[in-house]
């Protein structure tokens, strides 16, 4: 199409019956492209969120409730049935007789105490809010992760409601051409409320993505493309400054430079893993149980620092160990604190890209959950299976840092109550912690969640 065949195409968009159509807002792109920015606060639209998910049920005695002695029904952790040799933190504590468990980790001035799966996030302790305790209220894989993110319960095997994730990119990222990439995160999108611009886009691997933008130069160059991207966002430009509905063409014209903005970049190159393991190689050299996963963070680095994409949902696998679960939980544990921390130090050290003088750091919310967590004992296959308990770890400027919230009954069965909620004193549940998180960023959480009540006391005055 020349250029008086796109003006022609666009002038009939903005004035004949697809004009009404957009104008009607009838069409799902053309509400998406007209739909404006959500209020927020403003403080948060340069925010960046990770999420990760320890996909299987994470055995919290091993880093967030530890327990090193038979009490009640908890078979914890020995030198008997834990390999201990790849553990750091593990300091041999009094147990029975020649058989030791762990010393509880609790550096000086630390207020959480913590388990030996902790690894190298302890250091970063002055930031870690922790919520023990979490009333799951499920023993099913698919449920437990759609609840830990979406705050509600699975409705015949399909979530019925929208995930963190995309709640966020829906308040904050609408006008980013990438607001949600998800890496096997349980994200879901539910609702005709919601801007169809967040959908996430749902990813095996990172490589993925360098397919995605691939360009062949067959027929067109680089230079090509630009052009044709420029001349499409200048007439819809031109277009909104005449037509009735002007959003609609705005929108589009957003979208044309976005692609053009992606394109330009050459991207494809600097996203691809070999390009990003030699960027990150704190990440990369301390994978061996979650390679494909310090990939996705050195992206979710990467991609903050370039402004590309608001939020990087991720999931971390291998702990669903219904065998040998000491044998394998707490290296896998380990493993993915120390790489949240190498995570942590990168945000530490590069600049926001829009914010002069801040940090990644600075600007950057990180929620990581679980399906549930593993029974107190163990069972015949040296495993724990599925318990409806469960904890939560928040690194955020928002929340308090240094801080632990909520516990489990003293023989680690079920969750303690926590507080008194407007429907009476109970446990902390999965969509009380979304509510706070949504809730931090200036957004009403009743535009997302059927439950759930904020908890205060979780943030920052």
């Not at 949600?180 to 409320?193: C, K, M, Q």
């Not at 050459?266 to 050299?285: H, N, Q, R, V």
Request: hydrophobic letters at 45%; charged letters at 25%; proline letters at 6%.
């Amino acid at each position: 199409m020349d250029a008086h065949g796109r003006r022609t195409f666009l002038q009939l968009l903005a004035g004949g019956s697809l004009g009404a159509l957009a104008a009607s807002q009838a069409s799902p792109v053309l509400r998406a492209l007209a739909a404006t920015t959500a209020p927020v606060a403003a403080s948060a639209k340069d925010d960046f969120f990770v999420f990760v998910h320890a996909a299987g049920g994470w055995d919290v005695t091993l880093f967030a409730d530890p327990r090193n002695e038979k009490r009640g029904l908890v078979d914890p952790a020995t030198t008997d049935n834990t390999d201990v040799r790849d553990l750091r933190l593990w300091v041999d504590a009094p147990f029975d007789g020649d058989v030791k468990s762990f010393q509880i980790v609790q550096p000086k001035g630390c207020a959480i105490p913590f388990g030996p799966g902790i690894g190298g996030l302890v250091d970063h302790a002055d930031r870690i809010c922790l919520v023990n305790g979490l009333a799951m209220n499920t023993v099913s894989h698919p449920d437990g992760a759609a609840y830990a993110s979406t705050g509600r319960h699975l409705v015949g095997g399909r979530a019925p409601a929208s995930s963190v994730d995309t709640m966020m990119a829906n308040e904050l990222s609408r006008e980013q051409l990438m607001p949600t990439i998800s890496l096997d995160f349980p994200s879901f999108y539910v609702g005709d409320a919601l801007d169809r611009r967040v959908v996430p886009l749902r990813i095996g691997q990172v490589g993925t993505l360098t397919r995605i933008l691939h360009r062949p130069t067959f027929y067109q160059t680089s230079g090509d493309r630009d052009a044709i991207g420029k001349a499409l966002a200048d007439e819809a430009r031109e277009l909104a400054a005449k037509a009735d509905d002007a959003e609609v063409f705005e929108g589009m014209a957003l979208q044309y430079e976005g692609v053009r903005r992606m394109l330009g970049e050459k991207l494809e190159e600097a996203l691809s893993p070999a390009a990003l393991k030699k960027a990150y190689p704190e990440l990369d050299g301390k994978a061996k149980l979650h390679g494909a996963r310090a990939l996705g963070l050195s992206f979710a680095a990467e991609a903050m620092r370039r402004n590309l994409v608001r939020c990087t949902s991720l999931a971390f696998t291998g702990f669903d160990t219904h065998a040998s679960n000491y044998r394998q939980q707490a290296r896998l544990q380990q493993e993915m604190f120390d790489l949240l921390a190498a995570f942590l130090q990168i945000l530490d050290r590069t600049p926001h890209p829009t914010r002069a003088g801040e940090k990644l750091a600075d600007r950057t919310h990180v929620l990581v959950v679980s399906d549930f967590c593993r029974t107190p004992q163990i069972n015949l296959a040296g495993g724990r299976d599925h318990y409806p308990t469960g904890s939560a770890v928040v690194i955020s400027p928002r929340f308090k840092g240094n801080f632990v919230f909520g516990k489990s009954d003293a023989a680690q069965l079920l969750p303690a109550a926590a507080r008194k909620f407007q429907d009476g004193t109970r446990a902390i549940a999965p969509p009380d912690l979304l509510a706070t998180f949504v809730s931090a960023f200036g957004a009403n959480p009743r535009a997302y969640l059927r439950d759930g009540e904020v908890v205060p006391e979780l943030l920052r005055a």
